[in-house]
């Protein structure tokens, strides 16, 4: 049974960190695309970023450049998301995404709020 659970939200200040993780199972975790999504209430589901299967490539949303960093431990079937210098605007849900050809895999989601 495939299964991804992220972790790691929060309530936060602007400014501040927080680090989101999100563990699989039930697929091949290594030959997997990673991905972050996010949505804020009222919008539509966007791509925060994205890490290749072997964790040499990554690209990221332009709102989150330099501020977001995407990783991930193939030995522990783990992808991360260290959020830095955290706005107002990052408020959302956020969800893990596998995905390699056909497949395409979601995880619950989990709430970071940032607000003071």
């Known amino acids: 049974q495939v299964q991804l659970v992220e972790s790691g ?6 400014g501040g960190s927080l680090r989101l993780s999100c563990a699989a199972s039930g697929f091949i975790f290594s030959i997997y695309h990673m ?4 949505q804020a209430p009222g919008k ?7 890490i290749s ?9 332009d709102s989150v450049k330099g501020r977001f960093t995407i ?4 030995a522990k079937n783990t992808v991360y998301l260290q959020m830095n210098s955290l706005k107002s605007e990052d408020t959302a849900v956020y969800y893990c995404n596998a995905i390699r050809n056909r497949n395409n895999y979601w995880g619950q989601g989990t709430q970071v709020t940032v607000s003071s």
């Open 9 to 14: 939200g929060g309530l936060v200040q602007p």
């Open 35 to 38: 991905r972050w999504y996010r």
């Open 44 to 50: 539509e589901r966007e791509l925060v970023a994205h």
């Open 53 to 61: 299967s072997g964790g040499g490539s990554t690209d990221y949303a």
């Open 71 to 74: 990783s991930r431990d193939n």
